[in-house]
């Protein structure tokens, strides 16, 4: 007779235990909502106050060193929010500190081009001249259905029509279309990896240096 009790009794304190534990998942108490509350709108205020102190260029998407900055502040607000152990003053010193290198690094590209050349790289040309840059395209890691993608999104529907495709230093891909200006200004300091087919091409175009 006392065993089946006992048993009865274990089975109760473990539906019980599962119980409390499935509670917690849905609602943790007043205490956390209020902290995530405060805790939320606190972070929110440093995060904006530093971001305009710093300037647009903190949060704009200009290469990949730019992504992962915005990434990184995002994440670090989620912890601020969801994690008790990380008090505010300690997500407002994370903030502080990824501004702060995003700045100083911007600031030091600005003036030195092997910062630049060793944070952002160089955009990469893809196609010229509706001829595609293999050498170039394997590099990327891109192929060419990706790069008839890109000129089908510009809304160009020949390749013929197409100065340039390019890899920008964030990742996307832009292309430029061929105006029969000769003006080749937005091309100046496009990484290129030209084939003897493109490298007359432009030969060409331009004529000799004088």
């Known amino acids: 007779m006392a065993e089946p009790l006992l048993h009865r009794r274990r089975t109760a304190g473990a539906f019980g235990s599962r119980k409390g534990e499935l509670e917690l998942i849905f609602f943790r108490g007043w205490e956390s909502l209020l902290r995530t509350l405060v805790v939320g709108v606190l972070a929110y205020i440093v995060l904006v106050v530093f971001l305009r102190l710093s300037g647009k260029r903190t949060l704009s998407k200009m290469n990949a060193f730019d992504l992962v900055v915005t990434v990184a502040l ?27 290198l995003q700045f100083a690094v911007t600031w030091s590209s600005v003036r030195a081009r092997w910062v630049r050349q060793a944070v952002t790289g160089d955009p990469l040309m893809l ?11 394997r590099q990327a890691r891109v192929t060419e259905a990706e790069v008839r993608a890109a000129v089908r999104a510009a809304g160009i529907g020949s390749l013929g029509q197409v100065q340039a495709v390019v890899l920008e230093t964030d990742g996307s891909i832009n292309v430029v279309g061929a105006d029969g200006g000769g003006d080749e200004s937005s091309l100046i300091g496009v990484a290129e990896h030209a084939e003897p087919g493109a490298a007359t091409a432009r030969g060409r175009k331009t004529g000799p240096s004088r």
């Open 127 to 137: 196609m010229y001249r509706g001829e595609f840059l293999r050498a170039a395209l």
């Open 74 to 100: 995002g994440s670090t607000l989620a912890t601020v929010l969801l994690t008790k152990d990380v008090a505010l003053a300690d997500g407002a010193l994370a903030f502080a500190l990824l501004i702060g």
